[in-house]
C-alpha cells in the first residue's frame, strides 16, 4: 500500500564508454572476455524458483568460430511453458499488490548493477554469443539496457501520476492495474536490450511473464536473468524458458489467462501470432494486448543538395555496424545522380578499410553473421546477385563459414528500382543502391514510399531545407523513426522512441511511455461524497400557471 507520490531518481542516458587503447573499461572488458571464454557454462530454465535442467542439452557456439563451445543450455518441452505459466500466475498475486515503489526499486538497482559490477560480463557475453564488437555491445547490452530500466521508471511514475478531474462533491480516480493474466515475452537475437527490456517492462508494471528468448541469445539472456535475480526480482515474476516457438505457441495462445505479448522478430511469425490470437480469442478471459517490432527495409534517401561524404558515412555505419543484424539498419539506398561518383568512391574505400574478424580483436570493425541459416540466405542473395543482369556488386561480395559465419560487407548497384534486395529484408551486411535522375526527386519519393511493405526507419540526407521538409511529409507513413541528414539506426532511448507501422509492427514506441502504456489496464473510479436521497431531478417540477 503506497504512502507517498514517490519521485524516482531523474533519468540520464548511460554515457557510452570508449573502450580506447589503455582505458581501463578496455583492459576489463578483455579479461572478461578472456575468462568467460576458457569457461563452459551450464545454463538452466528459470521456472519460478528451480533451476530446471533437462536431458536435452544444446550447445551455445560463438558465430564467429563455431567450433568453440561456449556451455549448453538445457531444452524444455510442453510441461515446462506449462510449468511457466503455472508459476507466473502463482506469483501473480503478491508482484500486482506490491507498492509500484518497491518494483521499481528492484529494475533501478539491476540498472546500477550493470551499469558498474555487470556492465563487463554484459558487454563479453553478447560480444562472445551474438558476435558483436566492443561498442556494438556497449550501447547495447550496457547503455541501452540501463537506459531501459531507469526511463522505465520514470515512465511508470508518469502514467501513476494521470489522474482525472474531479466536479464538486465528487473524487475521480484512475487506477492503472497489471493485465489479467500473464505476459508472453519472445524476444530475438540481435539486441540484448530488447531481450531483457521486453519482460522487464511488463513486469515494471505489476505484469507476471513467460520469456522466451531467440536459441541463439541465450548466453547473454542466461545473464540477464542473473542480474535481475541479483538485484532482487521474486521467484515467478519472470521465467525463462528455451522452447521451441511452435511448442511454446500451442500452449500460450490457447490458455485463457494469456493477457498479452511483446515481441520483436520478424514479420511472418507475429503475422501468424496474431492470426492465432485471433482464431482462439474466443477461449481468453480478456482480450490480449498485441506489441510487436517486426522487420524492416529501410532507406536512406538523398537529395541533390546533400553532402556527400555525410552521405557516404550514413550508408557505411547506417549498413554495416553489427553486420547490418538491425532491423533499423539501411537496407536500400537513393542517390541523385549527380553526386552518385563521389559517394561512390567514398562509400568503397570506407569497406575497403573496414577489418573483418573475431570480436576479441578490438580492431575488427565487422564479424559474424548470427548463425549457418543466416550466412546461407544472405549467400544465396549475393549468389543470385552475381548473376543477375540487373545489378552488379561495386563491394564486398564474398564469404567463408570454414571457422566463422563471415560474410563480407556488399554493396549492390541496382538498375532496376524494383530488383529484390530494393525490396525484401535481408538481414546482413548488403546495401542496394540504385541512382536516379538528379531532376527527379519528387518522383524518387513516391518510389521510397510505394517500394516496401515496412514502415521502420528512414533517412534523408539533403541541405535545402523546403526538400527535407517535403520529403518528411511525402514520407510521414514511411517510417516510424525518421532521420534528417543522419544514419537510420542508433534510436536512443527518452530520445528517439522506437517503433515502426505498417508491416514492421505496431508503432508502440519502446523507449516511451506509449509502450508501458500497452501493460496497464486502467480503472476509472468516482467516489460521490454526498449521495442523492431523492431520484427527482428538477426539470420534472411543473410549470407554474
Same mark, same amino acid.
Given at each position: 500500500m503506497g504512502i507517498g507520490f514517490f519521485k524516482v531518481p531523474?533519468?540520464?542516458?548511460?554515457?557510452?564508454?570508449?573502450?580506447?587503447?589503455?582505458?581501463?573499461?578496455?583492459?576489463?572488458?578483455?579479461?572478461?572476455?578472456?575468462?568467460? =571464454?576458457?569457461?563452459?557454462v551450464d545454463v538452466p530454465m528459470y521456472i519460478g524458483g528451480d533451476l530446471v535442467r533437462t536431458e536435452k542439452k544444446h550447445p551455445l557456439v560463438q558465430p564467429h568460430d563455431h567450433q568453440h563451445i561456449l556451455g549448453y543450455f538445457h531444452e524444455g518441452e510442453a510441461e515446462h511453458v506449462e510449468q511457466a505459466i503455472n508459476a507466473a500466475l502463482a506469483a501473480r498475486e503478491m508482484w500486482a499488490n506490491m507498492g509500484w515503489e518497491h518494483r521499481a526499486s528492484i529494475f533501478l538497482k539491476a540498472a546500477d548493477l550493470l551499469a558498474g559490477p555487470w556492465r563487463a560480463r554484459m558487454n563479453a557475453a553478447t560480444m562472445l554469443g551474438q558476435s558483436k564488437n566492443a561498442y556494438q555491445a556497449e550501447i547495447d547490452s550496457a547503455c541501452e539496457l540501463i537506459d531501459f530500466l531507469r526511463f522505465n521508471a520514470q515512465y511508470a511514475t508518469e502514467i501513476y501520476q494521470m489522474q482525472p478531474e474531479s466536479s464538486p462533491g465528487v473524487w475521480n480516480r484512475m487506477e492503472h492495474r497489471p493485465l489479467e493474466g500473464f505476459v508472453f515475452a519472445l524476444t530475438p537475437f540481435n539486441f540484448t536490450a530488447i531481450a531483457g527490456n521486453l519482460p522487464a517492462s511488463a513486469a515494471l508494471m505489476g505484469n507476471v511473464v513467460v520469456w522466451k528468448p531467440a536459441y541463439t541469445q541465450i548466453y547473454a539472456?542466461?545473464?540477464?536473468?542473473?542480474?535481475?535475480?541479483?538485484?532482487?526480482?521474486?521467484?515467478?515474476?519472470?521465467?525463462? @524458458?528455451?522452447?521451441? $516457438?511452435?511448442?511454446?505457441?500451442?500452449?500460450?495462445? /490457447?490458455?485463457?489467462?494469456?493477457?498479452? @505479448?511483446?515481441?520483436?522478430?520478424?514479420?511472418?511469425?507475429f503475422q501468424n501470432i496474431w492470426k492465432t490470437i485471433g482464431n482462439n480469442i474466443h477461449k481468453y478471459k480478456t482480450y490480449p494486448r498485441i506489441v510487436?517490432?517486426?522487420?524492416?527495409?529501410?532507406?536512406?534517401?538523398?537529395?541533390?543538395?546533400?553532402?556527400?561524404?555525410?552521405?557516404a558515412t550514413a550508408i557505411s555505419r547506417g549498413a554495416f555496424e553489427y553486420q547490418g543484424q538491425k532491423c533499423s539498419a539501411a537496407s536500400r539506398a537513393y542517390i541523385p545522380s549527380n553526386l552518385w561518383d563521389e559517394v561512390k568512391a567514398y562509400v568503397q574505400e570506407d569497406v575497403k578499410s573496414f577489418k573483418m574478424g573475431p570480436p576479441e580483436?578490438?580492431?575488427?570493425?565487422?564479424?559474424?553473421?548470427?548463425?549457418?541459416?543466416?550466412?546461407?540466405?544472405?549467400?544465396?542473395?549475393?549468389?543470385?546477385? =552475381?548473376?543477375?543482369?540487373?545489378?552488379?556488386?561495386?563491394?564486398?561480395?564474398?564469404?567463408? =563459414?570454414?571457422? $566463422?559465419?563471415?560474410?563480407?560487407?556488399?554493396?549492390?548497384?541496382?538498375?532496376?528500382?524494383?530488383?529484390?534486395?530494393?525490396?525484401?529484408?535481408?538481414?546482413?551486411?548488403?546495401?542496394?543502391?540504385?541512382?536516379?535522375?538528379?531532376n527527379n526527386f519528387e518522383?524518387?519519393?513516391?518510389?521510397?514510399?510505394?517500394?516496401?511493405?515496412?514502415?521502420?526507419?528512414?533517412?534523408?540526407?539533403?541541405?535545402?531545407? %523546403?526538400?527535407?521538409?517535403?520529403?518528411?511529409?511525402?514520407? /510521414?507513413?514511411?517510417?516510424?523513426?525518421?532521420?534528417?541528414?543522419?544514419?537510420?539506426?542508433?534510436?536512443?532511448?527518452?530520445?528517439?522512441?522506437? $517503433?515502426?507501422?505498417?508491416?514492421?509492427?505496431?508503432?508502440?514506441?519502446?523507449?516511451?511511455?506509449?509502450?508501458?502504456?500497452?501493460?496497464?489496464?486502467?480503472?476509472?473510479?468516482?467516489?460521490?461524497?454526498?449521495?442523492?436521497?431523492? %431520484?427527482?431531478?428538477?426539470?420534472? $417540477?411543473?410549470?407554474? =400557471?
Open positions: 531523474t533519468p540520464v542516458n548511460e554515457p557510452v564508454k570508449s573502450y580506447a587503447p589503455g582505458s581501463p573499461e578496455r583492459e576489463e572488458l578483455q579479461r572478461t572476455y578472456k575468462e568467460m =571464454k576458457s569457461k563452459e539472456a542466461h545473464v540477464i536473468m542473473e542480474l535481475l535475480l541479483e538485484a532482487g526480482l521474486p521467484e515467478g515474476v519472470i521465467n525463462l @524458458i528455451y522452447v521451441d $516457438g511452435p511448442t511454446a505457441g500451442d500452449i500460450i495462445f /490457447s490458455h485463457p489467462d494469456f493477457a498479452g @505479448i511483446h515481441f520483436t522478430g520478424s514479420t511472418a511469425v510487436g517490432e517486426t522487420g524492416g527495409k529501410d532507406f536512406i534517401l538523398a537529395h541533390p543538395s546533400a553532402d556527400a561524404k555525410g552521405l580483436d578490438f580492431s575488427n570493425f565487422i564479424n559474424a553473421v548470427i548463425d549457418e541459416k543466416s550466412f546461407d540466405k544472405i549467400a544465396q542473395y549475393l549468389d543470385n546477385a =552475381k548473376n543477375s543482369p540487373e545489378v552488379e556488386i561495386i563491394a564486398g561480395g564474398g564469404y567463408d =563459414k570454414s571457422k $566463422g559465419y563471415f560474410i563480407e560487407p556488399t554493396v549492390l548497384l541496382s538498375h532496376n528500382p524494383q530488383y529484390v534486395t530494393m525490396c525484401e529484408e535481408i538481414f546482413g551486411p548488403v546495401i542496394t543502391i540504385y541512382v536516379y535522375d538528379e518522383d524518387t519519393l513516391q518510389l521510397v514510399n510505394e517500394t516496401s511493405p515496412y514502415a521502420l526507419t528512414g533517412a534523408i540526407f539533403s541541405r535545402d531545407r %523546403y526538400a527535407i521538409e517535403t520529403a518528411a511529409k511525402a514520407l /510521414s507513413h514511411a517510417a516510424g523513426n525518421f532521420y534528417i541528414n543522419d544514419k537510420p539506426t542508433g534510436a536512443v532511448v527518452g530520445q528517439q522512441p522506437f $517503433g515502426g507501422s505498417r508491416a514492421s509492427g505496431t508503432n508502440d514506441k519502446a523507449g516511451s511511455m506509449l509502450n508501458l502504456l500497452r501493460w496497464v489496464s486502467a480503472r476509472s473510479i468516482k467516489e460521490t461524497f454526498v449521495s442523492p436521497t431523492d %431520484y427527482r431531478y428538477p426539470f420534472l $417540477g411543473e410549470d407554474k =400557471k
